[in-house]
């Protein structure tokens, strides 16, 4: 059975026509890129997924049970974290206080029991201290750990909101152009990183991404999406081949 | 131990050494001073509750003063009419504000910023008529007058050993309302820096991404509101306590103003802000009317009107010096001073031994 399944999802904002019956799905370990021009669809279809908008029709599964109608906090409970396009990290806090609340569905300590200090969630915020510590470890940050977020470069912060996703310990990993934005060094570290997840974290991905050399070296399969409508899908050098994808990107000849 | 001790960090000492001195100095000053600093403690209470909503979790609150009063008359009521100690009447005043607080934080949820700010200040400017009405239970417009609190045996006897002096009713009640803020800002202390607080800090930076984390943003919004009520609502109490009387005027729109002032005051989303803020809003006023007309260089017509007009012109012009020059209160000023003088002193112990100063955008 598919990880994630996107059922003929349409979203429609007005008279706009978002995301048009889209269909596919993600397998358990699979990397799937998620590719179209601009306004294509595709953060719509993350954020449909990640429950920020409500589809119009159509459904998304996670591992069989449908989420398209629980709250936007409990998806991340079904074993699906993302990161964002433009970052969005929490300014006012650390590297490592950032990672915590990532850690958030892993501890189950109350308001009180933290605010009258009992011994359980101080075991608990020790427990995921140590799990945040280990994923910022993991992404290559230690150093930074107790950095302030508005102090640390662009790419970094991208490192950070990896780390923030994956202490969760989701299953799928969402992820809006991870390679967006940073230098073409860093764009070969991400893509080294984002194996080094696949394989040591056992995590299955679905990301966005402009970079064509990125998307092709580290997917298994390619969607393309064109005015809200999935115009193709395949390997990735079929995908390139596909004369529907080549005209959406350069026009009709 | 005395290892540990002497690794504490400073700012564990600014802790004691402000310990040390809220404890100690009601003994060497008057009665009357000890009742102005209960009550200048009382509203650090309240800005502490005030600052875990506005600065902690990014809700705006102009109707703080409505739950100071629903606590003062919940104790009020309790003690007057029930009899009851009024010293076991503050929890349960903290603890029924907080509900009524958590439950204001349902409509909270679908409003914006602007709207939330609107009905809390509609809140804060009904509630001296709302107190008035139900006559039989608040005594309406006459309030109701309580008895001063005699300390106890111990308090007595501790107090006069160390000065000599028989220990006031204003004394007593200013060590109370010390005793809880001492107490409440530990929990607040434990709060912020913990899950929850963490995921309240987290929904104010970015509702979306938080709730991504799995957070539940409107479960911690009202969290918030609940808690803040709650200092609130055992500030209130603790005035009623200081005051001896409670009434409708006792809580006008201009009391939730005057908290929302000291936290700008004292610096948003930071522990010691509120100490620092409920100090200055309280003192400010009393102090600057004083100041201003002594003052043979202001012309009388300047300082009659400052005198008229009471806290209000003081206040609008601290806070838009505040705003110019601390944009982040009294502790962000003493912080980044801090910060910049230890960077000075380091850099010149760098020069000496010829090694350049980490550069902070390495990583």
């Known amino acids: 059975m598919a990880l994630l399944e996107i059922r003929e999802l349409s979203v429609r904002f007005g008279g706009v026509v978002a995301l048009d019956r889209v269909s596919f799905s993600v397998d358990a370990g699979e990397v799937v890129a998620l590719i179209g021009p601009n ?82 969630a101080m075991r608990a915020e020790s427990a995921a201290r140590k799990r945040a510590m280990e994923m910022i470890d993991f992404v290559g940050l230690g150093a930074a750990a107790t950095r302030p977020i508005a102090a640390l470069p662009f790419g970094t912060q991208k490192r950070v909101e990896l780390a923030r996703a994956l202490v969760s310990k989701p299953r799928i990993l969402l992820l809006d152009e991870p390679a967006g934005g940073i230098s073409h060094e860093e764009v070969d570290a991400m893509a080294q990183l984002l194996r080094r997840i696949h394989d040591q974290l056992d995590v299955t991905m679905l990301l966005v991404e402009h970079h064509m050399a990125f998307v092709m070296g580290i997917s298994d399969r390619v969607v393309v999406l064109d005015f809200g409508k999935k115009i193709a899908e395949g390997k990735p050098g079929e995908v390139q081949r596909n004369p529907a994808v080549i005209e959406a990107y350069l026009g009709a000849a | 131990m005395l290892q540990r001790i002497r690794a504490a960090p400073p700012r564990y000492w600014l802790v004691v050494i402000a310990v040390l001195f809220f404890a100690g100095f009601p003994t060497v000053i008057s009665s009357f001073q000890a009742a102005q600093w209960a009550n ?281 010096l505040i705003m110019i020059f601390a944009p982040n209160g009294i502790v962000g000023l003493v912080t980044s001073g801090y910060e910049r003088l230890r960077r000075r002193l380091r850099g010149a112990a760098d020069r000496e031994t010829g090694q350049a100063p980490p550069d902070p955008q390495t990583v």
């Open chain 1, 39 to 120: 306004g294509a669809g595709k953060t719509t279809l993350f954020n449909v997924i990640t429950r920020v908008y409500k589809p119009s029709s159509g459904s998304v599964l996670i591992d069989g049970e449908p989420v398209s109608r629980v709250s936007p906090h409990h998806v991340v409970r079904h074993g699906l974290a993302r990161t964002f396009q433009n970052l969005a990290l929490f300014r006012s806090m650390s590297v490592l206080e950032n990672v915590l609340v990532g850690d958030h569905i892993r501890t189950r300590s109350g308001w009180l029991e933290s605010t009258i200090p009992m011994p359980g």
């Open chain 2, 40 to 320: 200048a403690l009382i509203l650090v209470i309240a800005i502490m509750g005030l600052n875990i909503l506005v600065g902690y979790s990014g809700q705006l609150s102009l109707g703080h003063g409505a739950f100071m009063a629903l606590g003062a008359y919940t104790s009020a009521i309790l003690a007057h009419r029930y009899k009851m100690d009024y010293l076991l009447t503050v929890p349960i005043a903290g603890l029924l504000t907080g509900l009524v607080g958590f439950l204001f934080g349902v409509p909270a949820l679908r409003l914006s910023a602007l709207y939330l700010a609107l009905a809390t200040f509609a809140l804060a400017v009904v509630t001296p008529s709302l107190i008035k009405r139900p006559v039989a239970l608040t005594n309406g417009v006459n309030g109701i007058i309580l008895l001063p609190p005699d300390p106890p045996q111990f308090a007595k006897d501790a107090f006069s050993a160390v000065t000599g002096t028989v220990m006031t009713s204003e004394q007593w009640t200013y060590y109370v309302t010390f005793a809880w803020a001492l107490l409440l800002f530990w929990l607040a202390w434990n709060l912020v820096r913990h899950r929850s607080g963490r995921a309240m800090r987290a929904l104010r930076d970015g509702e979306v991404a938080a709730a991504a984390s799995g957070v539940n943003i409107a479960g911690y919004k009202m969290l918030a509101f609940g808690i803040s009520a709650l200092y609130a609502g055992i500030a209130g109490s603790l005035f009623g306590m200081s005051s001896g009387f409670v009434s409708p005027d006792s809580f006008p729109v201009g009391l939730s103003i005057q908290l929302l002032v000291g936290a700008v005051i004292g610096g948003l989303a930071s522990i010691p802000g509120p100490l620092a803020g409920g100090i200055f809003a309280y003192f400010l006023p009393i102090e600057s009317n004083q100041w201003v007309p002594a003052q043979t260089w202001i012309p009388t017509q300047i300082a009659s009107t400052v005198e008229k007009a009471g806290p209000a012109v003081t206040y609008g012009a601290i806070l838009i």
